[in-house]
């Protein structure tokens, strides 16, 4: 009904759909923030050895008679750490610079790994149905019915420590998320004219597929996606803390907190809790995002 | 005749973040007892905001911002939520379009009975019953005893609809109002409710107004009909005025697509365009876009006046909002 | 409806065996256990005569039908570390999760579905936004983050609760429990908080997402026309319509509070199943890894099931099938 309105008052001033949306995204300040916030820590992921103050893992500027410094105080040699010091001497605030890097780069790299594993299985059940389907979903079924934390422990006792392995664990809790909505969007879209109609004119089965119903699942994937980011994050965080994660040459937040953890009882309470606040910050502003994507992506919510 | 309900300039806003939308915009009626009034016009033209407002069940954003609503010459506009309560299913009663809906499904129906009555009396369980019973054996159930029994999904959709006419029925209202309770319905079904609807308003002396966008339903039903358009009333009149002799171009166009005998062989005229959104109408005639006999004057809003046509009787209750009204060759749509 | 549940009960059948072999094979990918169990100046006659006696020297496939024939009986095992049965080890572990978790429950139930309702009927009002705020926050902290701040805030600045172990335990039908007693119930609130915070969040959010979407529904708007109270509206209209949904959730989630207790026990030292799992992971206990699996697939399996029975008692539409003719 609006649509016929839309285009017959063909406006002089072309509105893209990026605008629209972008529009749409803007109606909420809390989400701005978000992605203000967002794009901070992703500057200060990215250019973490640029901003940070010291080179944490380099052993030459470290002094272990810096160590557990609380934060604004003055260490011997006159230096001042704005988040105080590790047990090692280690400037908090550089280590938090260096372990979102690791964090953050740990989470959207099994995000887009899962969603590239999701979006083809999602995209085969929907598209041959039968047993293909059968089998794909009863599989996704089955392990969205256990939670993520105990699949990835498992994972993880069975492959132990690593990058990689983290990764791959990351992946194997993620992929049925987007294997589902994948589907999901697909069958609805399978239902639309325009594959009818693009069937009806006999183009190839991989490219009704890939060019005519792939880009119209992509707003629900946007969305999972958005929320698995900060997911994968937090149990990759959990994962470290319980000492199952990331092994120490990598330190991401988790582990800095699970390092900070055993000093926490006697109130040095930095080393824990500044890498947990910037922890919280990163998943907090994802989520935001992801809150006002979800509604602007949604149609079933539009008026 | 008693006059039962009176409205006047009632005025009904919702303030949306868009801007205010007027859904009812200067609407006045009145009705009698064990009189109908169609209440007829397009989905957006304010008719269920209409009955809503009479209910006092405007939800914010919206809000009843002018007018008076005079119940039995009580004028019940600035009344608070407690006070609306008590008319609420007592003197006013509401039934909705989809039965499907409108029953609770997970409560059985001698709950959603009873509780009606408790609302507003204080009665035994078994007089509550009682009166449980005898209002489903009213409209037509079958075994009420065990009905009472039964859950909403045990009934079927003419069933409910039954089932919730007999619960706004259960407190003797002076005033029911039934918003496209029919619509929703197989056909047969449909005519069985209108003719038993009918007899029971008469048989109590309950006014009732009718809402709908099916013109051959009033037209068997009503004793009167208000045709609104874009928040305002554009013509009202007896149903013989109305739908005999309608004066106004929108009227006429509603007749014109009903598919009746009158017009056999001849193809179906429909209404061009749709109807406006009511943020975007500004001043004027609400219906000049749509309309074949517009001219200069329509850029302002005419009067709903009995201005009757040149070379017709004059009646004084027939009234038309149009600057240019005329007599079209109406026909009186049937029910199917 | 017999048939229906005979029929998933067959099914949770196959998803346990199917779940035993990957249990089985992945946990039996673990390192080696023998290098952690034996004296690492043990000579080599002694570490073949200790792998012989935990019968680690068989084929895999072997292994996995004696783990299965005892799995049958009962018996998933001993441990290596400390040298009893795998299940006793577990379920003597097991009245600590599970009070842990159900205390958890409660406390987001009790405070996350009137908050969820109030943020459902006023959702632009200050309070509304509020609520979703904080339940937005609760989903976004991770538990052991939740955790850390508790224990930094309540026992080591405040000095108010206790930060590990269970406390004193009172016997109650013969299991011990925490909650009787003051020094347990102190030792429980921080943990069972930490534990409720997310699943709090998720019933504000669900209850919320419910509320909003009922108060739209017709029969609503028809128990106002019939000028029932408010109180009545809510209390009974819209609130048995939608606990429907949200109790079944809370009884699918509750599988999910046990395998996040993983995280909050190892936090606060709590002695219960999770903090068994880490330490056998770090210690390649793999009888306790592969019985504490099985006892939780069975487990998921087991409040499924009751779920799905709960909710067919819950629905009238389901309880009594969809005949239209009904009533006699």
Known sequence: MTGLQETSQASPHVQTPFDRFWREFAESRLALLGLAVLIIVMVIAIAAPLLAPQNPYDLAQLDVLDGKLAPGEQSMGGKTYLLGTDDQGRDMLSGIFYGLRISLSVGVMSTLFALGLGLVFGMLAAYFGGWVDTLIMRIVDIQLSFPSILIALILLAVFGQGVDKVIVALVAVQWAYYARTVRASALVERQKEYVEAATVLALSKPRIVFRHMLPNCLPPLIVVATVQVAHAISLEATLSFLGLGMPITEPSLGLLISNGFTYLMSGKYWISFYPGLALLITIMAINLVADQLRDVLNPRLKK | ?336 | ?328
């Not at chain 2, 048989?203 to 709908?212: D, F, Q, R, Y």
């Not at chain 2, 004057?297 to 009646?315: E, F, I, K, Q």
């Not at chain 3, 029932?228 to 319509?241: E, M, P, T, Y």
């Open chain 3, 1 to 328: 409806m017999f048939n229906y549940f005979l029929r998933r009960f067959g099914q949770s059948f196959l998803v346990l065996i199917a779940m035993s072999c990957i249990v089985f094979l992945g946990v039996f990918a673990i390192g080696n256990p023998i290098d952690l169990l034996v004296n690492p100046q043990a000579d080599e006659i002694e570490r073949v005569r200790a792998t012989a006696a935990l019968g680690l020297d068989r084929p895999l496939y072997e292994q996995y039908f004696t783990f299965l024939k005892g799995a049958a009986s009962g018996d998933l095992g001993r441990s290596f570390v400390f040298g009893v049965p795998a299940l006793e080890l577990i379920l003597s572990k097991m009245p600590a999760t599970i009070e842990l978790a159900l205390f958890a429950m409660v406390i987001a139930v009790a405070i996350g579905i009137p908050l969820g309702l109030v943020a459902g009927l006023r959702p632009d009002s200050l309070i509304g936004r509020s609520i979703m705020a904080f339940s937005i926050v609760g989903f976004s902290l991770p538990t052991f983050w939740v955790g850390l701040v508790l224990i930094m805030f309540f026992a080591v600045q405040l000095g108010w609760l206790p930060s590990n172990g269970r406390g004193e335990t009172t016997l109650l039908f013969g299991v011990p429990v925490s909650f009787l007693s003051w020094d347990g119930l102190s030792h429980l609130l921080l943990p069972a908080l930490n534990l409720a915070l997310f699943k709090l969040s998720l019933l504000i959010r669900l209850t919320r997402a419910q509320v909003r979407e009922a108060v739209l529904q017709d029969y609503v708007k028809f128990a106002r026309a019939k000028g029932l109270s408010q109180g009545r509206v809510i209390g009974v209209h819209i609130l048995k319509n939608i606990m429907i949904p949200i109790v079944t959730v809370i009884g699918l989630e509750f599988g999910s509070v046990i395998a996040f207790a993983i995280v909050t026990e190892s936090i606060f030292a709590w002695p219960g199943t999770g903090k068994l799992l880490i330490d056998s992971i770090n210690q390649l206990d793999r009888p306790v890894i592969v019985a504490y699996l099985m006892v939780i697939v069975a487990l998921f399996i087991a409040i499924n099931f009751i779920v799905d029975l709960v909710y067919s008692l819950l629905d009238p539409r389901v309880r009594l099938g969809q005949s239209s003719g009904g009533g006699h």
């Open chain 2, 1 to 336: 005749m008693s006059v039962v309900l009176e409205v006047e300039n009632l005025q009904t806003h919702f303030f949306t973040k868009a801007g205010v939308v007027k859904a009812v915009d200067g609407v006045s009626f009145s009705i009698s007892r064990g009189k109908v009034l169609g209440l007829v016009g397009e989905s957006g033209s304010g008719k269920s905001m209409t009955g809503y407002s009479l209910m006092g069940l405007i939800d914010p954003p919206g809000r009843v911002v002018d007018g008076q609503i005079r119940l039995n010459g009580v004028d019940v506009t600035g009344y608070d939520n407690a006070a609306w309560r008590s008319l609420r299913g007592n003197r006013l009663a509401m039934i909705f379009q989809d039965p499907m809906m409108t029953l609770n499904p997970v409560l059985r129906i001698d709950t959603q009975m009873i509780e009606a009555i408790d609302a507003h009396q204080k009665v035994s369980k078994r007089s509550a019953l009682d009166r449980c019973r005898e209002a489903l054996a009213r409209v037509g159930i079958p075994s009420p005893d065990e009905r009472l029994q039964a859950y909403p999904h045990q009934f079927s959709g003419g069933m409910r609809q039954r089932v919730a006419i007999a619960i706004a029925l259960l407190n003797k209202p002076d005033l029911i109002i039934a918003d496209e309770p029919t619509t929703a319905l197989d056909v047969t079904i449909q005519g069985q409710i209108l003719f038993e609807m009918q007899k029971l308003c008469r048989e109590s002396g309950t006014a009732l107004i009718w809402i709908t966008h099916d013109l051959s339903v009033v037209a068997g039903l009503a004793d009167e009909i208000a045709v609104m358009y874009a928040g305002k009333i554009v013509e009202t009149g007896s149903v013989a005025q109305v739908l005999d002799r309608p004066m106004h171009p929108y009227t006429n166009g509603l007749l014109s697509s009903v598919p009746s005998s009158n017009v056999r062989g001849q193809p179906l005229k429909q209404i061009r365009g749709m109807t406006p959104s009511l943020l975007a109408i500004g001043g004027g005639c609400a219906f000049r876009d749509r309309c074949d006999y517009r001219q200069a004057l329509c850029d302002d809003m005419p009067s709903l006046t009995t201005s009757a046509v040149a070379g017709a009787v004059s009646d004084t209750s027939h009234a038309v909002r149009c600057h240019y009204p005329r007599n079209y060759p109406g026909h009186y749509p049937r029910v199917a």
